[in-house]
């Protein structure tokens, strides 16, 4: 049996990842200028929960650095601090490095090493010294609740729990008073909840009412507030507990919370006054035990549903953790999640029902059975089931993106401030999905490149002022869905590729010869060749002629292609072409020289069949076609994959004709087309590395392997030969 | 006599109706039907409370009944007795 302790620990990291996420998207709207409480509450509740969760875990690293973080977003969120540019930066840096405490915890790694400084820093903002901030540290460790994980847990030794909690804690008697302003109610919130919350704080606790000139009905303004509650709670107890019900109403009414040596007089325990809850009353519970949030007064209109979960009775109100509201998994109560591994295992099942459907289908055809049988009709339906099955499975794993550009976001400001340029990143397609396994392979590719452009891409402050450009750089980030492929561009308003630079580093390292007349393409390109680097000084980040050979093969290896546009004085894209999903293509299934292939269906444009008219003779070795008023380069897959020589003549032959990222076209000839279909992605990779040309193999209806073609990257490390000659010209 | 039955759960939407409603019956005894009420909530509260004033200052019986096992937790939350809402006076 798994350990419940484990797994919720994991849940509550999961739950953290969710946090910091919502955090940067609340710092990222303070960037862009939102002020509005609502946006700082959110960066305050995610800081808080992080706290909170972590206090129950006993993660004193966490726990410390939340604590100083959110003390500070308590001042923004109170007003009492102004939130400058410089400020957002450091709520940035923090927001980081709470982030690596996250994952330090998680993987019980080191701390991050410069959280102190970057504490001060966020404190000097407060105006705290720094050695009075340590003191309250040591004072107010103590005045949080975990939140909603109140369990009936063994936390281990008795120094892995929370710290100072049981120690500082004493039995008191607390008269909390407590008015609602008319506004309480105007924001959705209801003082039952908050009152079952508090007096469920303690076992003792006594409540009056108090009526403070209540009119007769006939003047009664139905919608102001007339009355104060005095509730005295006993036991272990203290103020900042009574606080945290009141976390998000203290705005909207009037509380006083005083302590008192007089405990005279009965103290009622709710509990055994109230029977055993109905469904209902649980689901009353429950909701009093989340936060009364000011953002969903609409919800208060309805009843409250029963099929909430019943709630462990002994649920401590305040643990109701500030954030949780703001939280995915709050909102989203129509979500599950589910074990990658369980995942994986559906996507290989259909891939193999895929393959069987295939198999089947050839069996079918071979019986020679007619058309419109009950059998092909069947069979027709069945293909269809495949395929939506398909679909949904695949879209199980398909992932926004926004994670893997958050933590670009962080790539660019450390990268920034370790070459002292100012950079914005903007993101553009967050919300594109993509199968998790290529994001979480493309997070190294897109770091690198990041990187790149902000230590070579863009200038540095003066030339982009004496270039006339804002002092500030932009990197944009995008992701987009183009002819069922996802794109990424990682674009900056930089210079541009210095061409002649780049060509002539190649020559010094003897990477091209002296000679050489290339392209703007193809000298582009040359940044992709291993040991390539144009920078003349070493920086931390990059310039050491690693990098980007290295991001060609990662993202090639993923079934993609990175190319570049570059204007001088205007800037660089680099643009990532992926498939959208590893698993499974649309392919058409041809054949070359006998042997079957596949060539990707999202790839072809059209096919078509020569005539004599169509093919031109270009250089000694070279043919192109013309189709619709546009030569395109003619590449023979037989001869290019080595299977037979090219052919004298390719009038009456089938060409393909296949687009590039770029716009680039190819005509790629083929013996015969055989059939479109839907085929299983099985890597080669891992078997045979990278083969030019080659994208993957799949297996066939008739159990036959073919291999899945790459026509970007086979037109790439193609000869171009179609014509036979004694002398050749780089095709 | 009336029987005025009590919606579910009054909050602000709902309150200035139900206030209004009592009005309509002032003057006269009422039962309020409390057997569908899921909470009670401050708003209801004052206002049944308002009534109860009023009904008393009339000679009115204002009872609440049936009532719901919501509406007595409810009113053991918030510590109050149900005479707090009543009106024991006979017409």
Same mark, same amino acid.
């Given at each position: 049996?798994?350990?419940?302790?484990?797994?919720?620990?994991?849940?509550?990291?999961?739950e953290?990842?969710?946090?910091?996420?919502?955090?940067?998207?609340?710092?990222?709207?303070?960037?862009?200028?939102?002020?509005?409480?609502?946006?700082?509450?959110?960066?305050?509740?995610?800081?808080?929960?992080i706290?909170?969760?972590?206090?129950?875990?006993?993660?004193?690293?966490l726990?410390?650095?939340?604590?100083?973080y959110?003390?500070?977003?308590?001042?923004?969120?109170?007003?009492k601090?102004?939130?400058?540019?410089?400020?957002?930066?450091l709520?940035?840096?923090?927001?980081?490095?709470?982030?690596?405490?996250?994952?330090?915890?998680?993987?019980?790694?080191?701390?991050?090493a410069?959280?102190?400084? /970057?504490?001060?820093?966020?404190e000097?903002?407060?105006?705290?010294?720094?050695?009075?901030?340590?003191?309250?540290?040591?004072?107010s460790?103590?005045?949080?609740?975990?939140?909603?994980?109140?369990?009936?847990?063994?936390?281990?030794d008795?120094?892995?729990?929370?710290?100072?909690?049981?120690?500082?804690?004493?039995?008191?008697?607390?008269?909390?008073?407590?008015?609602?302003?008319?506004?309480?109610?105007?924001?959705?919130?209801?003082?039952?909840?908050?009152?079952?919350a508090?007096?469920?704080?303690?076992?003792?606790?006594?409540?009056?009412?108090?009526?403070?000139?209540?009119?007769?009905?006939?003047?009664?303004?139905?919608?102001?507030?007339?009355?104060?509650?005095?509730?005295?709670?006993?036991?272990?107890?203290?103020?900042?507990?009574?606080r945290?019900?009141?976390?998000?109403?203290?705005?909207? /009414?009037?509380l006083?919370?005083?302590?008192?040596?007089?405990?005279?007089?009965?103290?009622?325990?709710?509990?055994?006054?109230?029977?055993?809850?109905?469904?209902?009353?649980e689901?009353?519970?429950?909701?009093?035990?989340?936060?009364?949030?000011?953002?969903?007064?609409?919800?208060?209109?309805?009843?409250?549903?029963?099929?909430t979960?019943?709630?462990?009775?002994?649920?401590?109100?305040?643990?109701?953790?500030?954030?949780?509201?703001?939280?995915?998994?709050?909102?989203?109560?129509?979500?599950?999640?589910?074990?990658?591994?369980?995942?994986?295992?559906?996507?290989?099942?259909?891939?193999?029902?895929v393959?069987?459907?295939?198999?089947?289908?050839?069996?079918?055809?071979?019986? @020679?059975?007619?058309?419109?049988?009950?059998?092909?009709?069947?069979?027709?339906?069945?293909m269809?089931?495949?395929?939506?099955?398909?679909?949904?499975?695949?879209?199980i794993?398909?992932?926004?993106?926004?994670?893997?550009?958050?933590?670009? @976001?962080?790539?660019?400001?450390?990268?920034?401030?370790?070459?002292?340029?100012?950079?914005?990143?903007k993101?553009?397609?967050e919300?594109?999905?993509?199968?998790?396994?290529?994001?979480?392979?493309?997070?190294?590719?897109?770091?690198?490149?990041i990187?790149?452009?902000?230590?070579?891409?863009?200038?540095?402050?003066?030339?982009?002022?004496?270039?006339?450009?804002?002092?500030?750089?932009?990197?944009?980030?995008?992701?987009?869905?183009?002819?069922?492929?996802?794109?990424?561009?990682?674009?900056?308003?930089g210079?541009?590729?210095?061409?002649?630079?780049?060509?002539?580093?190649?020559?010094?390292?003897?990477?091209?010869?002296?000679?050489?007349?290339?392209?703007?393409?193809?000298?582009?390109?040359?940044?992709?060749?291993?040991?390539?680097?144009?920078?003349?000084?070493?920086?931390?980040?990059?310039?050491?002629?690693?990098?980007?050979?290295?991001?060609?093969?990662?993202?090639?290896?993923? @079934?993609?292609?990175?190319?570049?546009?570059?204007?001088?004085?205007?800037?660089?894209?680099?643009?990532?072409?992926?498939?959208?999903?590893?698993?499974?293509?649309?392919g058409?299934?041809?054949?070359?020289?006998?042997?079957?292939?596949?060539?990707?269906?999202?790839?072809?444009?059209?096919?078509?069949?020569?005539?004599?008219?169509?093919?031109?003779?270009?250089?000694?070795?070279?043919?192109?076609?013309?189709?619709?008023?546009?030569?395109?380069?003619?590449?023979?897959?037989?001869?290019?994959?080595?299977?037979?020589?090219?052919?004298?003549?390719?009038?009456? /032959?089938?060409?393909?004709?296949?687009?590039?990222?770029?716009?680039?076209?190819?005509?790629?000839?083929?013996?015969?087309?055989?059939?479109?279909?839907?085929?299983?992605?099985k890597?080669?990779q891992?078997?045979?590395?990278?083969?030019?040309?080659?994208?993957?193999?799949?297996?066939?209806?008739?159990?036959?392997?073919?291999?899945?073609?790459?026509?970007?990257?086979?037109?790439?490390?193609?000869?171009?030969?179609?014509?036979?000659?004694?002398?050749?010209?780089?095709? | 006599?009336?029987?005025?039955?009590?919606?579910?759960?009054?909050?602000?939407?709902?309150v200035?109706?139900? &206030?209004?409603?009592?009005?309509?019956?002032?003057? &006269?005894?009422?039962?309020?039907?409390?057997?569908?009420?899921?909470?009670v909530?401050?708003?209801?509260?004052?206002?049944?409370?308002? &009534?109860?004033?009023?009904?008393?200052?009339?000679?009115?019986?204002?009872?609440?009944?049936?009532?719901?096992? &919501?509406?007595?937790?409810s009113?053991?939350?918030?510590?109050?007795?149900?005479?707090?809402?009543?009106?024991?006076?006979?017409?």
């Amino acid at each position: 049996m798994s350990d419940p302790m484990a797994e919720i620990r994991a849940s509550f990291f999961i739950e953290c990842e969710e946090l910091l996420e919502s955090l940067q998207d609340a710092l990222n709207d303070m960037d862009d200028g939102a002020s509005d409480s609502e946006t700082i509450n959110v960066v305050f509740r995610a800081v808080h929960s992080i706290k909170g969760g972590a206090g129950a875990f006993g993660l004193d690293a966490l726990v410390a650095f939340a604590h100083r973080y959110e003390t500070v977003m308590d001042e923004v969120r109170s007003g009492k601090m102004a939130v400058s540019p410089e400020a957002i930066k450091l709520f940035f840096h923090a927001a980081d490095l709470l982030s690596d405490h996250v994952r330090s915890a998680r993987d019980q790694t080191p701390v991050p090493a410069d959280s102190e400084s /970057c504490l001060q820093e966020l404190e000097a903002l407060m105006g705290i010294d720094h050695s009075a901030a340590a003191a309250e540290e040591e004072v107010s460790s103590d005045d949080f609740q975990p939140m909603g994980l109140a369990l009936d847990l063994d936390f281990g030794d008795d120094d892995g729990g929370l710290p100072s909690l049981d120690d500082t804690i004493q039995d008191s008697v607390l008269v909390v008073s407590f008015t609602p302003k008319p506004e309480l109610y105007a924001s959705g919130n209801e003082p039952l909840h908050l009152i079952r919350a508090l007096r469920a704080l303690t076992e003792e606790s006594k409540i009056e009412t108090h009526f403070n000139a209540l009119p007769p009905l006939e003047q009664l303004d139905p919608e102001a507030s007339y009355i104060t509650w005095s509730i005295t709670l006993r036991g272990d107890v203290d103020e900042s507990d009574i606080r945290e019900v009141f976390d998000f109403v203290e705005d909207v /009414c009037e509380l006083e919370i005083t302590s008192t040596e007089d405990d005279s007089g009965p103290f009622e325990v709710l509990a055994e006054l109230i029977s055993e809850p109905t469904l209902s009353d649980e689901a009353e519970v429950t909701a009093a035990i989340e936060p009364v949030s000011v953002n969903e007064p609409a919800a208060r209109d309805e009843p409250v549903a029963a099929p909430t979960p019943p709630p462990s009775p002994p649920v401590a109100p305040s643990a109701s953790g500030g954030g949780r509201q703001s939280s995915p998994s709050a909102e989203a109560g129509a979500t599950v999640r589910v074990d990658l591994e369980r995942i994986d295992r559906l996507v290989n099942l259909v891939g193999e029902l895929v393959i069987n459907q295939a198999m089947l289908a050839q069996s079918v055809s071979e019986a @020679g059975l007619p058309p419109n049988s009950a059998v092909m009709t069947g069979l027709e339906a069945f293909m269809m089931l495949t395929r939506d099955i398909q679909d949904s499975v695949m879209m199980i794993r398909a992932q926004p993106v926004k994670p893997l550009f958050q933590r670009m @976001g962080r790539i660019v400001r450390e990268a920034s401030a370790a070459v002292g340029k100012e950079v914005k990143l903007k993101v553009e397609g967050e919300t594109t999905e993509v199968d998790k396994t290529v994001i979480e392979r493309l997070a190294d590719p897109l770091t690198h490149m990041i990187r790149n452009s902000v230590d070579h891409g863009l200038e540095t402050p003066d030339k982009r002022l004496a270039a006339g450009k804002p002092e500030e750089g932009v990197i944009t980030l995008s992701a987009q869905h183009r002819s069922g492929r996802v794109v990424i561009e990682i674009e900056d308003d930089g210079a541009g590729i210095n061409r002649p630079k780049v060509l002539q580093k190649a020559i010094e390292k003897g990477l091209v010869p002296a000679d050489a007349s290339l392209s703007d393409g193809e000298i582009d390109n040359l940044l992709f060749l291993p040991g390539f680097s144009t920078a003349d000084q070493v920086s931390a980040l990059s310039g050491r002629g690693v990098g980007m050979d290295v991001v060609r093969s990662s993202i090639q290896s993923l @079934g993609g292609r990175i190319t570049i546009q570059s204007e001088p004085g205007k800037g660089t894209i680099f643009s990532i072409s992926l498939p959208l999903t590893l698993a499974v293509l649309d392919g058409m299934v041809v054949n070359v020289a006998g042997e079957t292939m596949v060539v990707p269906l999202s790839s072809i444009l059209e096919t078509t069949t020569l005539t004599q008219g169509d093919i031109r003779a270009l250089g000694p070795n070279t043919n192109v076609i013309h189709v619709r008023g546009e030569f395109v380069p003619l590449y023979d897959l037989g001869a290019e994959l080595g299977y037979r020589g090219t052919k004298s003549d390719y009038e009456g /032959c089938i060409a393909l004709l296949t687009a590039q990222e770029n716009g680039t076209r190819s005509a790629l000839i083929v013996d015969a087309i055989m059939e479109q279909r839907q085929v299983v992605i099985k890597g080669l990779q891992r078997s045979y590395g990278h083969i030019p040309g080659v994208a993957a193999a799949t297996i066939l209806g008739d159990g036959q392997i073919a291999l899945i073609l790459d026509p970007a990257d086979l037109v790439q490390n193609a000869t171009g030969h179609t014509r036979t000659a004694d002398f050749a010209l780089a095709g | 006599m009336t029987s005025l039955p009590l919606d579910p759960k009054v909050d602000l939407s709902k309150v200035t109706t139900l &206030a209004a409603t009592l009005k309509s019956h002032a003057g &006269a005894d009422l039962v309020i039907d409390a057997s569908e009420v899921t909470q009670v909530g401050a708003l209801c509260l004052q206002t049944l409370a308002a &009534a109860a004033q009023s009904w008393r200052a009339s000679g009115h019986s204002l009872t609440i009944s049936p009532r719901s096992e &919501a509406f007595d937790e409810s009113l053991l939350v918030f510590g109050l007795d149900l005479d707090d809402l009543q009106s024991t006076e006979a017409a």
